[in-house]
């Protein structure tokens, strides 16, 4: 599956686009002049192996928190503006990137302070267009659509290249995955910038998980996209958890274990869904890319098997295991599970 070729910039430490690693990102949803609550959000992130975290500087005083938000965050900072250039020009002093639509601060004059600022420390700028509040001039022409929401990027990123500066990451973010999708894929053979994907107010943890793997899973399988974000109305840790699953069942990220589980039938005589709730509870700290199949019978369990590193197939009263096609053995009640996991373990170790 090959990639589409973009700038590399960096986000702090974080390379994104060319041929680094897909990156994932949140926003904290703190009140960033708090900064100890925003510095707390921040981490939870990072234990959630966020690569990036991005918070909103709507006023004075949390464009103020950000150096101590900066000075105590274990990942690279975006500050997000909106229209208002001053906060720009000061969260450019200490944030690691910033997210600001370059058409809407209010004049060249305005936009040359910002690209001056940003140069100066060398950090990117974000475009990051939201299909709900386009240009008018843009609405009343070409509508609210995906070809609208493309102009509008290359409406912003001609005036940052007007001035020479390049540094630029994009985004393109709609309600709904077909409009999110159809606008990335149309501005993707337009520019060299790597795009940071998402599907804006994607909804709860069922409906984002939805919307953003169709938009942002296939887009990444058409080899589009550098950095993610889900966005879940609900907690920072399973934005992270879903933006990591979509890379890793698109095939664009090796790391972590894979189940396959079958969905049950009439064959099954073990309680499968609780078996599968609890490995897929004790892989969740397991990096090296493993697959792992839990099957309810023998029917389809050897088929799959031969594929898994480890595999589990149930039957009456316990089940057997399958390391790398070959079987280990017939295990019955707790210590089916146990053994598995025991195998698990020590294949997880394996250097
Ligand atoms: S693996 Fe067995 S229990 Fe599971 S769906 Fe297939 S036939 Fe049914």
């Keep these: 599956m090959t990639r589409y070729p973009t700038k590399q910039i960096f986000v702090g430490n974080v390379p994104v686009g060319g041929d680094a690693p897909i990156s994932v990102q949140s926003m904290t949803f703190s009140k960033t002049a708090d900064a100890a609550a925003t510095i707390e959000q921040i981490k939870r992130l990072y234990f959630a192996g966020a690569d990036i975290a991005r918070v909103s500087v709507p006023d004075h005083e949390s464009a103020a928190a950000l150096a101590e938000i900066k000075r105590n965050s274990p990942l690279p900072i975006v500050a997000d503006i909106h229209f208002n250039y001053r906060l720009a020009l000061k969260a450019a002093q200490v944030a690691d990137c910033i997210r600001i639509n370059p058409g809407n601060i209010g004049g060249k004059d305005r936009i040359k302070e910002v690209v001056k600022a940003c140069s100066d420390r060398r950090i990117p700028i974000r475009i990051g267009v939201n299909g709900g509040s386009l240009e008018k001039e843009i609405e009343q022409k070409y509508g609210n659509g995906a070809e609208a929401m493309a102009k509008s990027a290359l409406y912003h990123i001609k005036l940052l290249e007007d001035l020479d500066f390049t540094a630029i990451k994009v985004s393109l973010k709609a309600s709904d995955a077909p409009r999110t999708f159809e606008a990335y894929r149309a501005l993707r053979p337009l520019v060299p910038y790597p795009f940071h994907l998402g599907v804006t107010e994607a909804g709860t943890m069922f409906h984002s998980t939805i919307k953003s793997a169709i938009a942002i899973g296939g887009l990444l399988m058409e080899g589009i996209g550098d950095t993610i974000r889900v966005s879940i109305t609900g907690e920072l840790e399973e934005e992270i958890r879903v933006a990591r699953a979509i890379l ?63 595999a589990i197939a149930f039957g009456k009263n316990g089940g057997l295991i399958i390391k790398r096609g070959k079987m280990i053995g017939k295990f019955e009640g707790d210590e089916l599970l146990e053994r598995f996991m025991q195998e698990l373990e020590a294949m997880a170790s394996e250097p």
């Design 248 to 310: 890793q069942d698109s095939g664009r990220q090796a790391e972590g274990v894979n189940i396959i589980s079958c969905p049950t039938c009439a064959r099954l005589e073990s309680d499968l869904k609780s078996a599968v709730a609890i490995v897929e509870e004790r892989v969740k700290h397991i990096k090296k890319p493993l697959n792992l199949s839990v099957m309810g019978c023998a029917v389809n369990a050897l088929g799959e098997a031969k594929y898994a590193d480890l």
